[in-house]
């Protein structure tokens, strides 16, 4: 099976670039508002609970001012990525105590973990670069994210 970029599971509807939200489970509750614009979550409720008990686990404020929120679930059929900045930054109970700005969330079905680790291994890729992490923080525009993002996933 060939691996679809992270840019592949987006869409430029879904991005916030000005999130509203002052605390973790906010900013949680907003960025799923957004991914529910893809009209690809079979179970609403389901997907957001998950979410919140994979957050309960462990914080997914991986430090660098960048979290991600995710969920292995059933409350979807395909993998689905949304991508939000908060340019005030949000507490976010991230391991290097740092107030988190950028947001990759998605939801995973069940059944794909293999596509699932995938995903947050690129992730983790990407954001490695200090240079990727400014060009996202200064996009205007939702488009100007899926670009950033698949002009970095192609080095």
Avoid: W
Avoid at 106 to 113: D, I, T
């Amino acid at each position: 099976m060939e691996t679809k970029n992270i840019s592949e599971y987006m869409k430029a509807d879904t991005i916030d670039l000005n999130l509203e939200a002052k605390n973790k489970n906010a900013v949680i509750k907003e960025l799923y508002n957004n991914l529910k614009k893809t009209g690809l979550i079979n179970n609403e409720e389901l997907g957001l609970k998950d979410i919140f008990i994979r957050e309960e686990i462990g914080s997914t404020g991986i430090g660098k001012r960048i979290a991600l929120p995710h969920a292995k679930t059933k409350a979807v059929d395909e993998l689905i990525i949304t991508f939000g900045i908060s340019r005030n930054g949000v507490v976010y109970d991230s391991m290097d105590g740092e107030n988190v700005n950028i947001f990759f969330m998605f939801l995973c079905p069940e059944n794909k973990a293999h596509e699932y680790l995938r995903v947050l291994a690129r992730i983790s890729r990407l954001i490695r670069e200090n240079k990727f992490i400014e060009n996202l923080l200064k996009a205007t525009l939702n488009e100007e994210i899926i670009e950033i993002i698949r002009k970095q996933e192609m080095n």
